[in-house]
């Protein structure tokens, strides 16, 4: 069982910066691709970011030049970096990862509970 814990969230006037961290813990056998997905209220939960584990990076348009993602693999880590935030960058941001399921045999995704971060204008 892998569990993936986000921190870093929180409240920040636009044009600030956040950094979020997302950790996972647990049986880890392998872990591919890590990433960021979010979602705004009453909207659907969209892509934001991805790292695989070779650091080849993807990013939503919405986010190129603002946000950056990077991971440490010896701690299990994925972090984005976000600046120059806007008011319509409020969501809730969700980790997320792929993980190598020893019963399964094969990568499962696994999903953080979500980090909440607000932009005020």
């Known amino acids: 069982q892998v569990q993936l814990v986000e921190s870093g969230g929180g409240l920040v006037q636009a044009g600030g910066s956040l950094r979020l961290s997302c950790a996972a813990s647990?049986?880890?056998?392998?872990?591919?691709?890590m990433g960021w997905h979010r979602q705004a209220p009453r909207k659907q939960r969209e892509f934001v970011a991805a790292?695989?584990?070779?650091?080849?990076?993807n990013y939503a348009d919405s986010v190129k030049g603002s946000f950056t993602i990077s991971r440490d693999n010896a701690k299990h880590t994925v972090y984005s970096e976000m600046n120059s935030l806007k008011p319509e960058d409020t969501a809730v941001y969700y980790c997320n990862a792929r993980v190598f399921s020893i019963a399964w045999g094969q990568y499962l995704a696994v999903w953080g509970q979500g980090t909440l971060v607000t932009v005020s204008s």
């Open positions: 790292i695989t584990s070779g650091g080849s990076t």
């Open positions: 647990g049986s880890i056998f392998g872990i591919d691709a």
